[in-house]
């Protein structure tokens, strides 16, 4: 791989985590705005730097290797493929970070949360099959069983949580200021997992670039930085139009529903990271916990259409990647050997 086009790699892994921040800062800090827990400013300089945090501890835990970047990804076919011409992965890499930024952008202006991640394996999955390898089927596997047990786990969780909460505020032993500072603590959890957990992503394919060059991924210090600023300096930017979805739209939530959803979000997501390897998504998470604390009390309470829209739009986030991944790797493949 060239250094112009390693250069162009890294950049737009810095773009795409960026991006990934700025479209899932509703994931942390919609409910606390929504019910006036915390100002909107606030409530976005909290989750930043919880963010930038979250990430630069995620990356420090990690062991980077090629091997576990690779495997994260989904890419042992698409990089045993282009064994022999490195700057072919290198236009590979870009064509799924651009379709994966595209797609935020695009869910962004429609307002409705996505996965970045679910995103980044369907264009994956598209141009490693134009590329001419074998789709590495079982990771997709994996990670469509856990679209749909993640969801349903966070919804049910919300759900009993709310009705503890419920219980205890019949009883007089939770006041509003308890659940709201408990409430700012479970978004802070949010903020801080979502920095560990989607770190990963930018970082493992500059760590696939630079293994493709000869270079080793050690010393990778300024690039992890670099990330940890960029998720941070996204959620800074806020993604209000998914804020609104979540926080208004969907139900009209409380102080005790955000709570609920909070922690079933931090608790859901907190299994990508202890024990199960596909990740899980926070977007998904978030959104179900929402709609989980709003049914209890009661499903008229839930804007099913708008949690239907939601769910469509999760369902078409691999498919529309894969089909526009495939799309601009043709074309790229196609101008270069022209």
Do not use: C, K
Not at 274 to 286: C, E, K, M, Q, R
Request: charged share 10%; no cysteine; proline share 3%.
């Amino acid at each position: 791989m060239t250094p112009t086009l390693l250069l162009l790699v890294v950049l737009t892994a810095l773009a795409m985590a960026y991006m990934n921040g700025f479209h899932d800062a509703s994931n942390a800090v919609s409910t606390t705005i929504a019910t006036r827990t915390l100002r909107e400013s606030t409530a976005l300089a909290m989750a930043a730097l919880l963010n930038l945090l979250g990430a630069l501890l995620g990356m420090a835990l990690l062991v980077v290797t090629a091997e576990w970047a690779v495997r994260l990804l989904g890419m042992t076919p698409l990089t045993e493929a282009t064994a022999d011409s490195p700057d072919r992965l290198g236009l590979a890499l870009l064509a799924i970070m651009l379709t994966t930024i595209g797609w935020d952008l695009l869910t962004w202006r429609l307002g409705m949360p996505a996965s970045t991640w679910h995103a980044f394996l369907g264009a994956t999955l598209g141009v490693t099959l134009v590329i001419g390898a074998t789709a590495a089927w079982g990771q997709l596997g994996a990670v469509l069983a856990v679209s749909l047990v993640g969801p349903v786990l966070s919804a049910g969780l919300a759900f009993a949580l709310m009705h503890g909460l419920l219980r205890l505020g019949r009883h007089e032993r939770l006041q509003r200021g308890h659940l709201r500072f408990a409430q700012t603590l479970s978004a802070g959890a949010v903020a801080t997992g979502h920095g560990i957990n989607d770190s990963r992503l930018p970082l493992a394919v500059v760590v696939v670039a630079a293994t493709a060059t000869g270079s080793t991924p050690m010393g990778m210090l300024g690039i992890m930085v670099a990330i940890a600023v960029a998720v941070g300096a996204g959620t800074l930017g806020g993604g209000h139009r998914i804020i609104r979805t979540l926080g208004r739209r969907l139900t009209d939530l409380t102080v005790a529903q955000g709570l609920a959803a909070e922690i079933s979000a931090a608790t859901t997501m907190s299994l990508s990271l202890f024990g199960v390897s596909s990740p899980i998504s926070t977007s998904h998470a978030l959104a179900s916990s929402v709609v989980g604390a709003g049914a209890a009390e009661g499903l008229r309470n839930v804007r099913w259409r708008v949690a239907r829209n939601i769910v469509l739009t999760w369902l078409a986030t691999p498919l529309a990647s894969a089909l526009v991944g495939a799309a601009l790797i043709g074309v790229a493949l196609e101008f270069t050997t022209s």
